[in-house]
């Protein structure tokens, strides 16, 4: 399994951003995509996933009703849309995916990982 995100860049604080990444190869037992971010001197942390069956979604305390987790089962795709950024959403953020049900919240659940793509908000 492949996962290539994308969408990343430099805004202002406010402003919005909608990250892209789409699976491919293997991908018949994925049923759990999600984002991790990693921000300079810091552990990599959970953001938001999503189930890609049901469409039901978890997010990070830190980000609940300013993200937002979607999926296009079909195509193997998720997208996350960041609205009122701040500049502690500063960080490389990373795709990730599973097999199962579960969301987890731990970067080790994850046997997939995209590339990581830049996202920095200026205050």
């Known amino acids: 399994v492949q996962l290539q995100a994308s969408g990343g860049g430099l805004v202002q604080a406010g402003d919005s951003l909608r990250l892209s990444c789409a699976a491919s190869?293997?991908?018949?037992?994925?049923?759990?995509m999600g984002w991790f971010r990693q921000a300079p001197g810091k552990e990599r942390e959970f953001v938001a996933g999503i189930r890609l069956r049901s469409g039901s979604a978890d997010y990070a305390d830190s980000v609940q009703g300013r993200f937002t987790i979607s999926r296009n089962h079909a195509q193997k795709k998720v997208f996350l849309q960041m609205n009122s950024l701040k500049p502690e959403d500063t960080a490389v953020y990373y795709c990730?995916?599973?097999?199962?049900?579960?969301?987890?919240?731990?970067?080790?659940?994850?046997?997939?990982w995209g590339q990581g793509t830049q996202v920095t908000v200026s205050s």
């Open positions: 190869g293997r991908t018949y037992d994925i049923n759990v």
């Open positions: 990730a995916a599973r097999d199962g049900n579960t969301v987890l919240t731990v970067p080790t659940g994850y046997p997939y």
